[in-house]
């Protein structure tokens, strides 16, 4: 993804600073695709068939569609953790975090599961106290911080996960129904904090099956069916007015894989 990827608004939206009067930016066509015709094949299944995924490298994408679509996987892909059978990954891994629905923490301290990951992104040691102090700060962890990890709650956890995941300052943060078994306000933590890495110049890929999150939370959606990308527009417009019939089956409720 190139700079110039980076500064373009999604069409519709103002650049940042940007007033009612100022002239329009010319918006961007289509962004290269992150993802180009992706086929994964396992036991005879082609899991992903020929997916396409287009990140404006700004923002929050929401991925969207029914059980067994291939979400999971095609995060999976874009982290580097799986490899495609055919198809083309542009080379993102590793300038990205994955944060999985339920959290995979060390059996360690708050504090000791930030430096871990700090040191694995080969931050300095006289930097990584500092950088930890962030990290709690941004979480809203600090009272935490010498806690053993497995003593959190969902909610904390998963702000540890997220937090954790900023330590390689990843350019992708991918999340993969990071609020699905959180209450309504560690879900709102959630989406505060992926709302404000968002912000701060990492682009975000949000997996969910709410609606509403995806209203609060996405710029635009791309809805997925049987591992393909059946439909990509900006959030209000796919939830309003889907324009498939598999999208409007799915927001009614009537879509299975
Ligand atoms: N390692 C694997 N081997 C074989 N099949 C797999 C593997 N991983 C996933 N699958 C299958 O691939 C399909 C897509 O799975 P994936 O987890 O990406 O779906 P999803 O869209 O994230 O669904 P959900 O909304 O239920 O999380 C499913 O049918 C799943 O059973």
Not at 71 to 83: D, E, I, P
């Amino acid at each position: 993804m190139t700079e110039g990827d980076r500064i373009l608004p999604f069409p519709g939206r103002r650049a940042p600073g940007e007033t009612s009067d100022a002239p329009a930016i010319p918006t961007l066509p289509e962004p290269a695709p992150t993802l180009e015709g992706v086929v994964l094949l396992r036991g005879g299944r082609r899991l992903l068939d020929g997916l396409t995924l287009r990140l404006p490298g700004h923002g929050i994408t929401a991925l969207m569609g029914p059980n067994g679509a291939g979400k999971s996987l095609s995060l999976r892909v874009m982290a580097g953790l799986v490899r495609p059978d055919l198809g083309q990954v542009r080379s993102i891994a590793i300038a990205t975090s994955l944060v999985f629905q339920r959290p995979v923490l060390l059996r360690r301290s708050v504090r000791a599961n930030l430096d871990h990951a700090l040191r694995a992104a080969r931050v300095p040691r006289r930097e990584r106290p500092g950088r930890v102090a962030e990290l709690l700060g941004l979480g809203a962890l600090e009272g935490l911080a010498d806690q053993p990890a497995r003593a959190l709650s969902g909610g904390e956890a998963q702000r540890l996960a997220l937090v954790r995941a900023l330590a390689v300052r990843p350019r992708l943060l991918l999340l993969d129904e990071p609020t699905a078994s959180l209450d309504p306000r560690s879900t709102a933590a959630i989406e505060r904090l992926a709302a404000r890495v968002a912000e701060e110049a990492t682009e975000v890929v949000l997996v969910t099956h709410d609606p509403g999150q995806a209203a609060r939370m996405a710029d635009r959606i791309i809805f997925m069916h049987r591992g393909r990308d059946v439909e990509t527009a900006p959030a209000a417009a796919f939830l309003d007015r889907p324009e498939t019939p598999a999208a409007r089956a799915y927001l009614d409720g009537r879509l299975l894989i």
